[in-house]
């Protein structure tokens, strides 16, 4: 009897343990859909384990990778290996994700990223901190990847130690840099570049050279006033001329109610 009485309570706590891990279980099968080639479960670390051609399907997000690791407790995916998270149109690429299905949150090594409405950006580390925000280490953003794939060297990028983006809003970058081809061209302690359409900030600058004006260098500035209102503004510096400013402002009121006005100033040092 007293023998009995001391393995109730093991006996008891083995099959609370057991319907603990079906519960895990039942609630990962509730929230992820898992495919792999051989997939096993940890039941001293509550974990389960998938290997080779790995499909994880959460909600309106599916996880790619050679190996996913899902722990039950924490509810967090750690990818290996070909990691790819898509959502919707959006993409996050690299070689290790450590991912929180529950709070969709996470971070990514070397990664890659493509987002809407066309722009990519990459660092060593990228963090989702929001379901629209993103900071980068060590990062490179462009419009230009679509079109120019790797390993092309794109038309323009920025380079920053670290960004963070706001999508459809903006990069905010820190020891920003801008390339032009491979070659740097300017430099800004910090910066700040609108996404999206109709954001007031500054625009793409643009360089030439000229037997009369010399060097070129146009920086324009954008500002919606409002849904019907917008200006341009551009400060042209040329090392031969001197300096330039140009203003377009534009309105729209009604489909047949527009216009534009625009004004330029120039210094000239050769008149």
Known sequence: TCLLVLLSPIVSGAQDSLLQDLDRLQRLRDAVEVDADRMEY????RKVIAHGNVRVVM????????????DLDDQVVVATGHVVLMEGLNRLEGDRMEYNYRTNLGVITNGRAFLEP????????????????????DAR????????PEPQVPDWEF????????????????????????????????GALP?????????????AQGNSDGFVLKQPFFWAI???????ATGIYRTKRGIELLGDYRYLLVEDSHGELTGRYLHDNAA
């Not at 066309?118 to 280490?137: K, L, N, P, T």
């Not at 380079?159 to 983006?165: D, G, K, Y």
């Open 141 to 148: 953003f462009t419009a230009c990847r679509l079109c120019q």
């Open 226 to 232: 409002s849904p019907s209102q917008d200006v341009t």
């Open 42 to 45: 940890s039941e001293g670390e």
């Open 59 to 70: 909600e309106n997000r599916s996880l790619f990778a050679d190996e996913v690791v899902v």
């Open 195 to 207: 996404m999206g359409a109709r954001r007031t900030g500054f625009l793409i600058p643009r360089f």
């Open 118 to 137: 066309g722009v990519s950006f990459s660092g060593i580390e990228i963090r989702r901190e929001g379901e629209r925000q993103y900071h980068i280490r």
């Open 159 to 190: 380079r920053a130690s670290e960004a963070t983006v706001y999508q459809d809003e903006f990069v905010v970058s820190r020891n920003t840099s801008f390339w032009v081809k491979g070659i740097p061209a300017l430099f800004s302690p910090i």
